[in-house]
């Protein structure tokens, strides 16, 4: 049993509700910078809170047997209770920063209060311990969604994890814990379809702008071009240049005249009604159409055709179902991109980026998604588990993964979303 489910599966204690219910109270008429010095002072410093009995509550939850068990969820759901209030306010978000700030910044003032020395300390170390935890990082990450200051900020020594904001399909599995409330779940939910509108619509007009910039220069020139039109700028981190060949590659008409969209439909057509082992060798054909022969037949064609054999082999003779094909395209992408968490093993994805480079690679990936739609949230826990772990690498040591994570963006917004570029292809 977990310790989430040991600890959800308890009876909440007099003195957690206390103190829930003393944070809601406060919560609904005092400003977030009140609310955040009554934090400092009640769970950061552990001193000078003014209300005894609240204090008292919070000294018996500390000195409970088995607490460093299960005080990052009693903490979690305190931080909660003020960012949930203030997250559906405008007004109010830029205080979500500033309370993980005041978290990371620590106590500030030396413990004098003699007769709680003991029950001060433990509360430091445990809040201490709270910053290393997966709840606290879903925090820094919200934080970092909603804070605007440094958006334009793309320093190749700033880690990775300060990129968040720019993808919303990574959102709802990196902002939420194992107990994260229903209530947060579906803040983070309008908060990823807002920032997702968002990008589409500056790559739209950043598509727009490209195409009347060019037609403009064929008319009057590029000097009076630049001077007739508000430049747009350029939506993502890929270069000019790679962005117009991933709005290419991605679009709805490709220049080889078939759409990935196409090509997956005249595939899932063709094998609807097929065995589930004539279905994967199928499969293997239709993936490896766009793998150069030279670095498929090395070692990657090999591997992709035992992975699909050993897929459920047991049910090779069975007709194909939506479950086979579930998970046949999951399992895929645990082998060629990650595994899981706990074993976040690489190395076939790497080889993939390092040989066929971000774009194709994304490209292996959207053919599959096409195929069962069903694993896309599947794919983007996968990117997850990626971004997770390499979010503290500076950026310039993970340029290939924001290569890939900023094509996936694209990718995943012509193919699901609103933009349709296909009639701008000259951009």
């Known amino acids: 049993m977990s310790t989430w489910t040991a600890y959800h599966n308890r009876s909440i204690s007099p003195q957690e509700q206390t103190?829930?219910?003393?944070?809601?109270?406060?919560?609904?008429?005092?400003?977030?910078?009140?609310?955040?010095?009554?934090?400092?002072?009640?769970?950061?410093?552990?001193?000078?809170?003014?209300?005894?009995?609240?204090?008292?509550?919070?000294?018996?939850?500390?000195?409970?047997?088995?607490?460093?068990?299960?005080?990052?969820?009693?903490?979690?759901?305190?931080?909660?209770?003020?960012?949930?209030r203030w997250q559906s306010r405008p007004?109010?978000?830029?205080?979500i920063p500033a309370l993980?700030?005041?978290?990371?910044?620590?106590?500030?003032?030396?413990?004098?209060?003699?007769?709680?020395?003991?029950?001060v300390r433990k509360l430091r170390n445990m809040v201490a311990a709270f910053r290393e935890t997966e709840q606290f990082l879903t925090l820094r990450r919200?934080?970092?969604?909603?804070?605007?200051?440094?958006?334009?900020?793309?320093?190749?020594?700033?880690?990775?994890?300060?990129?968040?904001?720019?993808y919303p399909y990574l959102y709802e599995h990196c902002?939420?814990?194992?107990?994260?409330?229903?209530?947060?779940?579906?803040?983070?939910?309008?908060?990823?379809?807002?920032?997702q509108h968002q990008f589409e619509v500056n790559l739209s007009q950043y598509v727009t702008y490209r195409v009347r910039?060019?037609?403009?220069?064929?008319?009057?020139?590029?000097?009076?071009?630049?001077?007739?039109?508000?430049?747009?700028?350029?939506?993502?981190?890929?270069?000019?240049?790679?962005?117009?060949?991933?709005?290419?590659?991605?679009?709805k008409q490709t220049d080889s005249g078939i759409a990935y969209r196409n090509s997956a439909q005249r595939f899932v057509t063709q094998h609807h009604q097929d065995?589930?082992?004539?279905?994967?060798?199928?499969?293997?054909?239709?993936?490896?159409?766009?793998?150069?022969?030279?670095?498929?037949?090395?070692?990657?064609?090999?591997?992709?055709?035992?992975?699909?054999?050993?897929?459920l082999s047991n049910n090779d003779a069975q007709p194909?179902?939506?479950?086979?094909?579930?998970?046949?395209?999951?399992?895929?992408?645990?082998?060629?991109?990650?595994?899981?968490?706990?074993?976040?093993?690489?190395?076939?994805?790497?080889?993939?980026?390092?040989n066929l480079g971000p774009l194709l690679t994304t490209g292996l990936l959207l053919k599959i998604l096409l195929i069962c739609r069903k694993v896309k949230p599947y794919l983007e826990r996968r990117f997850s588990i990626l971004f997770n772990h390499y979010e503290s690498t500076a950026r310039d040591v993970v340029s290939w993964l924001i290569q890939i994570l900023e094509n996936m963006n694209v990718a995943l917004s012509l193919t699901f979303g609103s933009v349709d570029v296909s009639h701008m292809l000259a951009v």
């Open 19 to 84: 103190l829930y219910n003393h944070l809601l109270q406060f919560a609904e008429y005092e400003s977030p910078a009140e609310l955040i010095d009554r934090f400092q002072a009640l769970f950061i410093e552990g001193v000078g809170y003014i209300d005894r009995e609240i204090v008292g509550a919070l000294d018996e939850i500390v000195a409970s047997k088995h607490v460093e068990d299960y005080f990052r969820y009693i903490l979690n759901r305190c931080c909660h209770i003020l960012v949930n």
């Open 175 to 195: 902002l939420v814990s194992e107990d994260s409330t229903q209530e947060h779940q579906n803040a983070v939910r309008r908060i990823q379809a807002e920032a």
């Open 213 to 251: 910039r060019a037609r403009l220069q064929h008319q009057v020139g590029a000097a009076n071009a630049r001077d007739r039109l508000r430049p747009i700028e350029n939506p993502t981190l890929l270069s000019d240049r790679d962005l117009v060949l991933s709005l290419n590659q991605f679009s």
């Open 320 to 354: 194909l179902s939506d479950f086979l094909l579930v998970r046949t395209c999951s399992q895929l992408l645990n082998f060629l991109v990650v595994d899981s968490p706990r074993n976040p093993q690489h190395f076939v994805f790497l080889d993939l980026v390092n």
């Open 142 to 166: 919200l934080a970092r969604v909603i804070d605007t200051k440094d958006v334009g900020n793309f320093a190749g020594n700033r880690p990775l994890g300060t990129l968040i904001r720019r």
């Open 100 to 119: 993980i700030e005041c978290l990371e910044q620590g106590p500030r003032r030396p413990v004098s209060e003699l007769s709680r020395s003991r029950q």
């Open 275 to 311: 065995t589930f082992g004539h279905f994967k060798a199928d499969l293997y054909d239709y993936l490896t159409a766009s793998i150069a022969p030279g670095y498929g037949g090395r070692k990657f064609n090999t591997l992709l055709s035992d992975q699909l054999s050993g897929i």
């Open 91 to 95: 007004q109010y978000q830029a205080a």
